[in-house]
């Protein structure tokens, strides 16, 4: 589930979502289009940088949140 929102000034977020019980990989493909192509985001919540050209682990019922 990728969800979109706009912050404050130009500050753009994504969410990814996994509902399942199980860890899922996000292939990049599926979240260029939100992301603006960007090539890099920041996880809110542990500040690590996210190389947004390759796929994406999420673990089981686990959110990321990423600024652009």
């Known amino acids: ?4 929102s ?3 000034g130009d500050v753009y977020k994504r969410q ?3 509902s399942t019980n199980t ?3 996000v292939a990049n493909k599926y979240y ?3 992301t603006n192509d ?5 996880e809110l919540v542990s500040g690590k940088k996210i190389d947004l050209t390759r796929n994406m682990t999420v673990g089981a ?3 990321l949140i ?3």
């Open 38 to 42: 960007s090539k890099s985001g920041k």
């Open 1 to 4: 589930d990728l969800r979109m």
């Open 23 to 25: 860890e899922q990989v």
């Open 16 to 18: 990814v979502l996994n």
């Open 61 to 63: 019922r686990q959110s």
């Open 32 to 34: 260029r289009m939100m």
């Open 66 to 68: 990423i600024e652009l």
């Open 6 to 8: 706009r912050g404050l």
